[in-house]
T-cell receptor, first 110, second 114 residues
Framework: SQQGEEDPQALSIQEGENATMNCSYK?????LQWYRQNSGRGLVHLIL?????REKHSGRLRVTLDTSKKSSSLLITASRAADTASYFC??????????FGKGNQVVVIP | EPEVTQTPSHQVTQMGQEVILRCVPI?????FYWYRQILGQKVEFLVS????????KSEIFDDQFSVERPDGSNFTLKIRSTKLEDSAMYFC????????????FGSGTRLTVV
């Protein structure tokens, strides 16, 4: 089954605005992680939220997790041009593998 | 900050040839992984490796694929007889534990099979 499905959005926002993207999944998880990928580059781990957590912050990032709805959101506040990238959620069901979503393309216009 | 290093960054190979993709995981990590991303598609799990053996593998990881940790630092993915559909970005990753922290990914090897 597919896990870690983001809303397949391409966001284009002005610098300084907030960017929100969502992710839904289908099975039980241990944690959910968000990664960033700049064009043609590797995946950079941004933040991990455990199944018993509801919200987590890291700098300008805020992640929420609703296990009853099997969904998560990533908010980037006060976006910068350098935030332009693809953002992926990935679920960890404790079986030693991550299941990635399709990714959200975010373009921040200076 | 510690990095996962992958070589080469780009490899072009003829269909049917064997390729070996190389990775140097973070030195104190115990779990190693290979993922791949076909252009424009999801990142897909291939295999995980712990304590010198495969701990999980996906349906993609068939008999054409193998992994090895030939020494204390390298972790390799071998594709015995490449097909056109093996063309993808291959990412190596490592983690210190399972389910406790994020994974550290390398920058990837872009494999092009012609």
């Amino acid at each position: 089954s597919q896990q870690g499905e983001e809303d397949p959005q391409a966001l284009s926002i002005q610098e300084g605005e907030n960017a929100t993207m969502n992710c839904s999944y289908k099975t039980s998880i241990n944690n959910l992680q968000w990664y960033r990928q700049n064009s043609g580059r590797g995946l950079v781990h941004l933040i991990l939220i455990r199944s018993n957590e509801r919200e987590k912050h890291s700098g300008r990032l805020r992640v929420t997790l609703d296990t009853s709805k099997k969904s998560s959101s990533l908010l980037i506040t006060a976006s910068r041009a350098a935030d332009t990238a693809s953002y992926f959620c990935a679920t960890d069901a404790g079986n030693n593998r991550l299941a990635f979503g399709k990714g959200n393309q975010v373009v921040v216009i200076p | 900050e510690p990095e996962v290093t992958q070589t080469p960054s780009h490899q072009v190979t003829q269909m049917g040839q064997e390729v070996i993709l190389r990775c140097v995981p973070i030195s104190n990590h115990l779990y190693f992984y290979w993922y791949r991303q076909i252009l424009g598609q999801k990142v897909e799990f291939l295999v995980s490796f712990y304590n010198n053996e495969i701990s999980e593998k996906s349906e993609i990881f068939d008999d054409q694929f193998s992994v090895e940790r030939p020494d204390g630092s390298n972790f390799t993915l071998k594709i015995r007889s490449t097909k056109l559909e093996d063309s993808a970005m291959y990412f190596c990753a490592s983690s210190a534990s399972i389910g406790q922290g994020g994974y550290t990914f390398g920058s990837g090897t872009r494999l092009t099979v012609v």
